[in-house]
């Protein structure tokens, strides 16, 4: 027979459950708290830590920052330039030789010469816009004149500016080359004010529109990147600021990681932090890397231009202007010598 069990002898079972389900969750909780505890003790000095070696490196970083922008930035080299053409009145030399020399310098035959590097020429005079140069007694300034001729002479050298006689003139001289033997990379130095603006104003609009707004690396710049080469499917933009380039120039390789972009980035923070735009600028714009001659790098537009069009970059025309400007993208690829479709292709991108 089975015995049947009444309802006060179900209950005592009942609780016996009961205070088992509570045993078995009690020690699951203390387990999870006891790992939250240590996670957060982790994160907090791993936190510590980083902060800690972020100063250490920025310290470190802003040292050579210093030292660079208010060392001797660029080893620049010796340039070599071929003799001084000197003229006074009396001299022997006709209007055919002077007028040659000229084309040899590359100044510009123009009906009325109007910028340094220009002339213009009738069968006894020359009327001439002497580029300023740096002569070994001191710096002189552009000069307009007049000069006249006779048969075989020079016979007066006339100031288009205080309108009187001069005794003599010096031509700027023709630049031969540059010697460094421990260098493999060649520039000429120019201040911020001697680059023209209209360029300046290309660059920023090609390479960062927001130069002068954001604190040396963009956000926005990177976002923008990012979509399109997600888009794209592939690298086609990149998000680097033009302080963001210099600072890859001058501290660091080409290597493409995720640990050279942090600290470029960094140092691109300490750059804008410590200079002022201008000062940014005028280091890029003598940095930029613009091709081979050679075997040497030519880094800068002073001497980009001097290379490709054999005049100083105060005289080109805004096309070879937007030119230069195009090459930064990629040098050897946009190279107007070797490639002169391609160059021509940027340059009106660059002029749009």
Not at 5 to 12: L, R
Not at 248 to 256: G, H, T, V
Not at 259 to 270: C, F, G, P, S, V
Request: with cysteine; glycine share 6%.
């Amino acid at each position: 027979m089975t015995k049947k069990t009444s309802p006060k002898e179900k209950k005592p079972q009942a609780k016996r459950v009961t205070r088992r389900k509570v045993t078995k969750k009690a020690p699951a909780k203390k387990k999870r708290a006891s790992w939250l505890r240590k996670i957060w003790g982790l994160s907090w000095k791993l936190a510590i830590a980083g902060i800690a070696v972020l100063v250490f490196a920025g310290l470190y970083l802003d040292t050579l920052v210093k030292q660079k922008f208010e060392g001797q930035m660029f080893e620049l080299p010796t340039v070599v330039y071929a003799r001084i053409l000197h003229l006074a009145p009396g001299d022997d030399i006709g209007i055919k030789e002077v007028r040659n020399e000229l084309d040899v310098l590359n100044y510009r035959k123009v009906k009325n010469p109007r910028y340094p590097g220009e002339y213009s020429s009738s069968s006894s005079k020359i009327e001439l816009i002497r580029r300023p140069f740096e002569f070994t007694d001191g710096a002189e300034p552009d000069r307009h004149v007049m000069l006249h001729f006779s048969e075989r002479s020079l016979q007066r050298i006339q100031s288009l500016e205080r309108k009187g006689d001069l005794g003599y003139l010096r031509i700027d001289p023709k630049m031969l080359g540059m010697l460094e033997k421990q260098q493999d990379e060649q520039r000429l130095f120019l201040r911020r004010d001697q680059f023209p603006e209209v360029m300046v104003d290309a660059l920023l609009a090609t390479e960062d529109r927001q130069f002068y707004q954001h604190e040396g690396v963009s956000p926005m710049a990177i976002a923008r990147a990012m979509v399109v080469n997600v888009k794209a499917g592939r690298t086609v933009q990149g998000g680097s600021t033009l302080t963001q380039q210099l600072a890859k120039n001058l501290f660091l390789s080409s290597d493409r990681t995720l640990w050279r972009k942090l600290r470029e980035a960094y140092i691109a923070l300490i750059i804008d932090y410590r200079y002022s735009k201008d000062e940014i600028l005028e280091a890029y714009l003598n940095e930029v890397y613009l091709g081979q001659s050679g075997g040497e790098a030519i880094h800068g537009f002073g001497l980009a231009a001097r290379l490709y069009f054999g005049q100083p970059i105060q005289e080109l025309r805004i096309d070879q202007l937007a030119l230069l400007v195009g090459m930064v993208k990629g040098p050897s690829y946009y190279n107007p010598i070797r490639y002169p479709e391609r160059a021509k292709t940027r340059r009106i991108l660059c002029c749009v």
